[in-house]
């Protein structure tokens, strides 16, 4: 059973961060620390995250080699009413499609807002040719999805609700996670974490180091899709050291 779980290839992800205004610091990103948490959960590996700013060639040449290269893509940002919102143009530039109306998205405007959309607006409705479009809970704006690429408005508090609205395609094995907060130093501890990886190679170890903390040194993180496989390394770490080196297990 470890070993199946263990071997399956996971589905993977890249995001693409695009905005002139978090390169400048402006604003600050939060939408991929959100999506690699939520993949992660959904047993989805992200394996790169790309910050670009408002420029369709970049868009388009960044978007064309995540998708060649990730089962899923993820944008964040440029799908609004003004001048700088520019992914739509490089995503259909990615995949030399034409950018044409989707009078669909125009009529759900009209239906939003109770009146014909004005020229702005109609700029939001402009997808490229053979869209998929895909309804987002209670939201107006459909999910846009070209290839396996899903493009997702800047504002945070949108992104999200339309992420939640279809995680459901996207789901593997979640990857599972133990804490051990540790009091001792990390170099202390260096050679039992070798020796633990010797045992379980397939484990996910992360050490971390904290400064200021009364109550340990040192945080370590064990992950792996196999809760048998993640408990058997727990208590080969636990083992390992001595028994008022521990702080706490969550």
Not at 41 to 68: F, K, M, N, Q, Y
Not at 98 to 122: F, H, M, T
Not at 172 to 199: N, T
Request: proline share 6%; aromatic share 6%.
């Amino acid at each position: 059973m470890a070993c199946r779980i263990l071997c399956l290839p996971m589905p993977t992800a890249g995001i693409l961060i695009i905005g002139n205004e978090i390169l400048s610091g402006k604003v600050k990103d939060t939408n991929s620390p959100y999506l690699c948490e939520e993949l992660r959960s959904i047993g989805v590996d992200v394996e790169r995250i790309l910050t670009i700013p408002d420029v369709i060639e970049t868009i388009a040449e960044d978007v064309r080699t995540l998708s060649r290269s990730y089962d899923f893509v993820f944008t964040s940002g440029g799908i609004g009413p003004t001048h700088d919102d520019l992914t739509m143009d490089g995503v259909a530039l990615a995949f030399d499609r034409k950018i044409e109306r989707s009078e669909s998205i125009a009529g759900r405007i009209e239906r939003a807002q109770g009146s014909p959309p004005n020229e702005a607006q109609l700029k939001m409705a402009m997808v490229p040719e053979d869209a998929q479009l895909v309804d987002a809970g209670d939201l107006w704006f459909p999910v846009v999805i070209v290839e396996n690429v899903h493009i997702f408005p800047g504002i945070p508090e949108l992104l999200r609700k339309k992420f939640e609205s279809i995680r459901n395609r996207f789901r593997g094995v979640p990857v599972l996670l133990k804490k051990v907060f540790v009091k001792r130093r990390e170099s202390d501890i260096a050679q039992d974490l070798h020796d633990l990886l010797a045992e379980f190679p397939e484990l996910m170890l992360g050490s971390y180091p904290r400064i200021g903390e009364e109550s340990f040194q040192v945080m370590l993180t064990l992950e792996s899709r196999d809760p048998g496989y993640l408990q058997q390394s727990l208590d080969s770490l636990l083992a390992r050291l001595p028994e008022d080196a521990i702080a706490r297990v969550e």
